[in-house]
């Protein structure tokens, strides 16, 4: 099998996880997967894997392959594993679960280095692009930033109390942070350096998004640049795309007639992908704000979404 240059995988509650032809809508190839919902879906820096994560474990398949079942599985959460992801050369991968933990996983040992206690259920996980600070979000509302050089949790904050963070996600170059939750609102900051190597929080902007749940929030890449979105997905059926400049309502993509889960930018931003549970993902036109194609097949809820369409990084 050849390496299709576009990789573009969602998973849904009918037990499957797809890959898709982004430019014809074909499904290609249809994995099973029995033993529990897929929450998140994440493809590797370089395009080989796509990890899914499940409950209470993260299985990997091989993204150039027909077989049907993992390559391998990183099992030691013991609830849902919400967030996943990987650091830029693919060396160790983090994640965030039901069970309250934040765990980072090497790669080629195939086990957890590292365990966070968060004490609450973690909704979101974030890499800074600094690859040493993991930012978590959790059903209690709190935001920790866990120093991974320190092995400390540097920073806490609490922006609405008991109003569970449900994603969050960082600008490219490290500038802004944005958390979105369960009452449509997103909370901006400005990521600050101190002294150290400390990041710090300043409030920026206060966005009343949606009026209800934002399920996914994301801010658009840097080969998007000089343009800077924020899309935000909600329970409403729409995804909103904000201009981070002052904030302003750019566009809304309306099309799915359920809850929207999961959206995510092709490289240079000119593209989303977006995941509903009216059993369809769709691709979306940033520069038009319309749907250009719709994936169907899903039977129920498509809650999760990845694309990989740039490059794979450079041998070291």
């Keep these: 099998m050849t390496q299709p240059s576009v990789i573009l995988a969602t998973a849904s509650y009918d037990h499957t996880i797809r890959f898709w ?25 370089d395009k080989r894997q796509l990890a899914a994560a499940g409950n209470p474990h993260i299985r990997l398949f091989d993204v150039n392959s027909s077989t049907t079942q993992p390559a391998r599985s990183f099992d030691s959460h013991t609830n849902n594993v919400m967030a996943v992801g990987f650091q830029c050369d693919g060396k160790w991968m983090y994640s965030g679960s039901e069970d309250g933990t934040v765990k980072i996983w090497d790669m080629r040992a ?22 040493t600070e993991l930012i978590s979000g959790d059903q209690n509302g709190n935001i920790r930033v866990w120093d991974l050089t320190a092995n400390s949790c540097s920073c806490e ?3 609405e109390v008991d109003t569970a963070v449900r994603s969050l996600t960082v600008m490219w170059d490290g500038s ?11 909370y901006v900051w400005r990521l600050l ?12 902007h206060k966005l009343q998004a949606h009026d209800g749940y934002i399920l996914k929030c994301l801010l658009s890449p840097e080969f998007c640049e000089p ?18 400049d002052g904030f302003t309502l750019e566009k809304t993509l309306i099309g799915h ?23 369809t993902a769709r691709l979306w036109s940033m520069s038009t704000g319309q749907d250009i ?10 809650v999760c979404c990845a694309l990989h369409d740039g490059a794979e990084p450079s041998a070291a």
């Design 21 to 45: 032809e982004a430019k014809s809508g074909r499904c290609y190839r249809t994995i099973q997967y029995p033993d529990s919902q897929v929450n998140r879906l994440e493809i590797t820096p």
């Design 110 to 131: 195939r086990e957890c280095q590292r365990e966070y206690e968060s004490r609450a259920a973690v909704n979101t996980v974030v890499l800074h692009p600094n690859q």
């Design 157 to 159: 904050l609490v922006p």
């Design 176 to 186: 802004l942070v944005v958390a979105a939750n369960n009452h449509g609102t997103c």
């Design 193 to 204: 350096r101190g002294n150290q190597t400390m990041t710090n929080f300043e409030p920026l």
């Design 227 to 244: 343009h800077r979105y924020l899309a935000t997905a909600s329970s409403d059926h729409t995804v909103k795309i904000w201009n981070v």
């Design 257 to 279: 007639q359920r809850w929207v889960w999961d959206c995510v930018f092709s490289v240079d931003g000119a593209y989303l992908i977006t995941a509903s549970s009216d059993t």
């Design 293 to 302: 194609k719709v994936y169907q097949g899903h039977h129920k809820a498509t």
